[in-house]
């Protein structure tokens, strides 16, 4: 009975040293500054028994990276980085971190050796998902790795108009810009069979340059505010074609030709269409509108009688009578009107004068 207690004793005893043994240790490890040595010991490399790193007792030669220990066949007793990591250059910190080894904190992509689809390839990271533009796998050719998106895709391999295709395969613009693949054309794109090469360019999409050879009318089918830039705000109310008074290449310079019966004529001072249309629209405003279209519908009140003599006994034409300041103005011998004393030539006046004589 006692040799049974005392068996018993001394198991008690075992296993109480095992339990502290280990305490003991750290208690011992921590009154040595570790930093001394010119290496911090941080994270879990704390807690760790000399032995792990410092093995039959040689401390020269230790290494001091992650790669020093964590690789295969390594002097110190570690865990060795896995085959499956991803090719680096071995600055393991710039990842992960000695706390909390994973998950890994920051990837920087400044470490990583290979191409992108090295690791992007579904298995080790992330890789394209299925809606992806058909493409081979050079991403770097469209993304970053400071901000994947949105992509900048390169397209001067890219013949627009010829229409090279991708991989050698026949395709357009559209190919790609579907509207699922990448951005299509908004819904209010001016109608078009064109490929988008035509009137865009990849450098600066836009503003479109738009070939406007063959048309000649029918403006606002494109022009209408919507589908393209349409008449600003403060244009001449008009019902009239834009290629009325505009035409391509220059826009801005305005040529209308007046084909009125009631137009006099060109002008040879060539006022400005708001001397004539002055309420903004194709409309003319005559100021004395019982004379229109005559001279006299605009210059009424520059008609004067005493110069416009009709009979040598002293009568004068009205300005009802020579209104259209084109008319023979002939000077008679009397009111009767049918002997000529004087004859003046029809067209005495012309609108096309610098001023009336």
Not at 16 to 28: C, D, K, M, R, Y
Not at 67 to 89: E, N
Not at 280 to 290: E, H, L, R
């Amino acid at each position: 009975m006692v040799r049974g207690t005392r068996t018993i004793t001394a198991a008690l005893v075992l296993v109480l040293v095992l339990i502290l043994l280990p305490h003991a240790a750290a208690v011992q490890r921590t009154q040595f500054d570790h930093l001394t040595t010119g290496y911090e010991l941080r994270g879990f490399h704390r807690d760790l028994a000399c032995e792990y790193c410092h093995q039959q007792g040689v401390f020269k030669g230790t290494p001091r990276t992650c790669v020093g220990c964590h690789t295969p066949g390594s002097r110190v007793s570690s865990t060795p980085r896995p085959v499956t990591h991803i090719l680096t250059q071995d600055n393991c910190e710039a990842c992960h971190t000695q706390y909390n080894f994973l998950p890994i904190v920051h990837m920087d992509h400044l470490q990583v050796r290979g191409t992108c689809f090295s690791c992007h390839n579904g298995a080790k990271a992330m890789g394209k998902n299925p809606g992806h533009i058909q493409s081979d796998n050079n991403c770097d050719a469209c993304h970053t790795t400071n901000a994947f998106t949105p992509a900048r895709f390169e397209h001067s391999g890219i013949n627009m108009v010829a229409k090279a295709g991708i991989n050698g395969v026949g395709s357009s613009c559209r190919t790609c810009h579907s509207g699922v693949r990448a951005a299509s054309v908004p819904r209010n794109h001016v109608p078009t069979t064109q490929d988008c090469g035509a009137c865009h360019g990849t450098l600066s999409w836009s503003p479109a340059r738009f070939d406007h050879t063959g048309l000649v009318a029918n403006c606002l089918t494109c022009h209408n505010g919507g589908a393209a830039t349409g008449k600003v705000a403060d244009h001449m109310t008009t019902s009239l074609d834009c290629s009325t008074c505009h035409h391509y290449p220059s826009w801005s310079t305005v040529t209308f030709s007046h084909r009125s019966a009631e137009f006099p004529g060109e002008h040879k001072g060539a006022p400005g269409c708001t001397s004539c249309h002055n309420t903004n629209t194709d409309k003319a405003t005559w100021q004395f509108a019982a004379y229109r279209p005559g001279c006299g519908g605009c210059h009424a009140n520059a008609f004067k009688p005493e110069a416009h003599t009709k009979t040598v006994e002293g009568m004068t034409y009205n300005l009802s009578e020579l209104q259209n300041c084109a008319g023979a103005c002939h000077i008679y011998t009397d009111a009767k009107l049918t002997t000529i004393a004087k004859t003046r030539p029809a067209g005495h006046h012309r609108v096309t004068d610098g001023a009336f004589h």
